[in-house]
């Protein structure tokens, strides 16, 4: 008994130790191939120079769609198809402007973009006092300062959060919450410190949502630089006022698209993962990194599965979803067919957070599925991702946890990634072909663990 036992032990082992060495191997061919023959790069230079940046509503965001279609097509899908959803249409409209009015007389421009869904002030503007803050917790003490004037949301990136996107989700409220917060309290405008963590003279919008409770003020984000610049001059109290003018107005809801391209599964096609990255981007810039490198590193996932001929045990959706940026419609259009549809939705990567170098996955798991998972790190360790986190997903996909889903995110190295995040910056020029395809390498690789395994 005491033999058999040992003899059955030893073989297991072995099983255990072959199959390992063929998931090496098998990730480093998927590696090998995106490394040599990935079209990612040359099709992020397509939607950034031919489209160029695509907001939901927008005509470019249709040209990205049809783009999109073809590529997904030319990558090897089996099916390629359009989910219909309708989606908000935001203008910026005329060029916006600013400027800081000193105790003197003398005008200081500055550099500014209207907030995303914000309401414009019109070609009359709006300017008046300045009031200062540096948390939201300030605003309810201020009531009475606020009315009239003019809020400063001055909220720094932690720059002590070696992640980025910590320090981000920190501060991201200042943007998406203040300027509403101010309005109760009588505010007339309000100024947002842009959400870098370095100081320059760039400013990155994004969205923002109002509180139908109170008035809709304009908004604008200001370059980092010029917050600085500000909040040294209220200090030494030489700001008689602030001044600007926006032109930006919210039309009627419009239809718009998420983009999907299938490979259906050789053994169990009603077990569906997915892959993706959001096709629109704000209007400013190209959105080569927000998002367009998602987009490309899901399709290239298609093109190599496809060019190796593995034939996915699992369904794989490549899902370029629609309205991310200021309305997040897509990803509830996506999941509301799941649920039509009654659909056993696996897993779900994204990657949004640039195509820059990758570093980890992080996964949002249950501990049974997070156990099984990580049983693959190791084999991601010589191509870059030295981690899988016990944290991840991504606006897109985690609406699918509500069906069972497992979720996570590609998480690249985020130290340059607000330099560009949502601003002029965002173009095909600050994305590197080796970088990007690193990621769509790692992406792939895991992908094709999940429709093998399963969780």
Avoid at 325 to 344: D, F, I, P, Q
Avoid at 404 to 425: C, E, M, W
Wanted: proline content about 4%.
């Amino acid at each position: 008994m005491k033999k058999y036992f040992f003899s059955f032990l030893f073989t297991a082992l072995s099983t255990a130790g072959f199959s390992q060495a063929n998931d090496a191997a098998m990730v480093k061919k998927i590696v090998d191939d995106v490394m040599i023959h990935s079209t990612a790069y040359s099709n992020l230079r397509i939607l950034c120079k031919d489209v160029g940046n695509r907001l939901s509503g927008s005509e470019n965001y249709l040209k990205a769609v049809k783009l999109s279609e073809k590529l997904l097509k030319e990558a090897g899908a089996d099916t390629v198809y359009l989910q219909e959803c309708m989606v908000p249409h935001w203008v910026r409209g005329a060029k916006e402007s600013g400027e800081i009015v000193l105790a003197n007389g003398k005008k200081i421009p500055m550099n500014l973009l209207a907030l995303g869904n914000s309401e414009g002030s019109g070609a009359k503007g709006v300017q008046a006092k300045v009031i200062e803050v540096k948390s939201l917790d300030e605003i309810p003490g201020l009531a009475s300062e606020l009315k009239g004037n003019i809020i400063f949301l001055n909220v720094k990136m932690n720059p002590t959060y070696i992640n980025t996107f910590q320090a981000y989700s920190e501060s991201a409220g200042s943007r998406s919450r203040g300027p509403s917060m101010a309005a109760k309290y009588g505010a007339v405008g309000a100024l947002v410190r842009s959400l870098n963590v370095n100081v320059n003279d760039v400013p990155n919008t994004g969205g923002m949502r109002y509180n139908d409770s109170f008035p809709k003020i304009p908004a604008v984000a200001i370059s980092t630089k010029d917050a600085e610049l500000l909040s040294t001059e209220l200090a030494n109290k030489n700001v008689a006022s602030v001044k600007f003018t926006t032109y930006s107005k919210m039309l009627p809801d419009v239809v718009g698209y998420n983009v999907i391209g299938e490979i259906r599964g050789s053994e169990l096609p009603g077990e569906i993962i997915s892959v993706g990255g959001h096709l629109d981007s704000w209007d400013i810039g190209e959105g080569a990194n927000d998002d367009g490198s998602g987009v490309m590193q899901s399709i290239e996932v298609i093109r190599v599965l496809k060019a190796l001929n593995l034939k996915p045990k699992r369904t794989v959706r490549a899902v370029l979803f629609a309205n991310e940026e200021n309305g997040v419609r897509g990803a509830y259009a996506y999941l509301n067919e799941a649920k039509a549809k009654k659909e056993n939705h696996l897993f779900a990567l994204e990657s949004d957070a640039g195509g820059f170098t990758p570093r980890s996955f992080g996964f949002d798991a249950t501990p049974e599925r997070l156990k099984r998972i990580m049983i693959w790190q190791t084999l991601f360790v010589p191509y870059g991702v030295t981690e899988f986190l016990n944290n991840g997903g991504g606006v897109d996909i985690d609406p699918l946890k509500s069906i069972g889903a497992t979720v996570a995110g590609l998480n690249p190295d985020s130290q340059r990634y607000f330099d560009i995040h949502h601003n002029k910056n965002d173009v095909f020029e600050n994305v590197s072909e080796r970088e990007l395809k690193l990621g769509a390498a790692n992406m792939a690789a895991l992908i094709y663990l999940v429709s093998e395994y399963g969780l």
